[in-house]
């Protein structure tokens, strides 16, 4: 008759060794948890500032509008002035909202571009940096009816500009909704 005792106490032993690998493993399992989290939550702390630049920098929050211009004939300023360029414009901007509001201030920035060309000889509009800088005074003037100002860049160190790299240069913080102006035909007789 010893052995029905013997049976439950097995059965006993067995179930205290069950529940005590059971919370074992939930205790681990927890503990692991934690650590893990942790550790997360410090690297995401050790890098706020340098990953929102980063994704800042990677992707813009809305996708641009571009609102391209009608394109532009107008004399230049030669000696003589037989020579004219024409000119096609598509503007960057934010998002769709000032593009409207560029709409509204059409007529007044065409006649402000347009004057604006005309100032320039062919010697001017023929090279790089010419265009390069009727684009930023373009920038200005489509800037000028929204409210905005459109900042100078930075000059460069003399040592880069002889070699032409731009490591050094730095372009000014802009939140102007008018991005870019980009040239979609230019064409100088």
């Keep these: 008759m010893s052995e029905p005792t013997a049976a439950p106490a097995n059965s006993k032993k067995l179930i205290i060794i069950l529940v005590v690998l059971v919370v074992l493993l939930v205790a681990g399992g927890a503990a692991a948890w934690v650590m893990l989290s942790s550790r997360n939550a410090g690297d995401e702390a050790d890098e706020p500032a340098a990953r929102t630049s980063q994704t800042a920098s990677k992707a813009p929050k809305t996708p641009p509008t571009f609102l391209p211009m009608e394109n532009m004939v107008v004399n230049l300023a030669d000696p003589g002035g037989d020579r004219f360029a024409q000119v096609g414009i598509t503007l960057e901007l934010a998002d769709s909202k000032t593009a409207d509001l560029v709409k509204t201030y059409m007529p007044s920035i065409r006649s402000g571009v347009?004057?604006?060309v005309s100032q320039r000889t062919t010697d001017e509009l023929l090279t790089r940096e010419g265009k390069e800088q009727l684009a930023v005074d373009i920038r200005r003037e489509v800037s000028r009816p929204l409210g905005y100002k459109v900042p100078k860049p930075r000059k460069r160190?003399?040592?880069?500009?002889?070699?032409?790299?731009d490591e050094d240069f730095e372009p000014p913080v802009d939140n102007n909704p008018v991005r870019q102006v980009l040239f979609s035909s230019f064409i100088i007789q």
Aim: no cysteine; charged share 15%.
């Design 157 to 165: 160190a003399a040592n880069s500009a002889d070699d032409g790299s």
């Design 114 to 116: 347009l004057m604006l």
